[in-house]
């Protein structure tokens, strides 16, 4: 049974920095495409950040980019999102998801997650 489990939302003010977490188990984590994605409240679920197999290419949706960092270390089964400069239009839930397939960049296409963690609430206030 494939879990995936998040931590590491919370409340920060405009400008701080939150590292958002990801534990995955019941398969091959170093096999799985990884991104990150998220809810604003009243709009659709939109890719963030997706992470290639190793880790050496990285994707981000362009509101993000220089102020989010994703990184994983498959020793560890983890995934990371390093959100620094946070901003309120950044509040949302944030979900990992695994993809058994790529491409690498899949969390910004159509492409659909095989597997969702429960999300975890980032609230940034101006």
């Known amino acids: 049974q494939v879990q995936v489990v998040e931590s590491g939302g919370g409340l920060v003010q405009a400008g701080g920095s939150l590292m958002l977490s990801c534990i995955v188990s019941?398969?091959?984590?170093?096999?799985?495409?990884m991104g990150w994605f998220r809810q604003i409240s009243g709009k659709e679920r939109e890719g963030v950040s997706c992470?290639?197999?190793?880790?050496?290419?990285?994707y981000y949706t362009e509101s993000v980019k220089g102020r989010f960092t994703i990184s994983r270390d498959n020793a560890k089964n983890t995934l990371y999102l390093q959100m620094d400069t946070l901003e309120s239009e950044d509040t949302a839930i944030y979900y990992c998801?695994?993809?058994?397939?790529?491409?690498?960049?899949?969390?910004?296409?159509?492409?659909?997650?095989?597997?969702w963690g429960q999300g975890t609430q980032v609230t940034v206030s101006s």
């Open positions: 992470i290639s197999r190793r880790g050496i290419w990285t």
């Open positions: 019941g398969l091959a984590f170093d096999g799985a495409f």
């Open positions: 998801a695994v993809r058994q397939n790529g491409p690498d960049s899949w969390c910004l296409t159509r492409a659909t997650a095989d597997y």
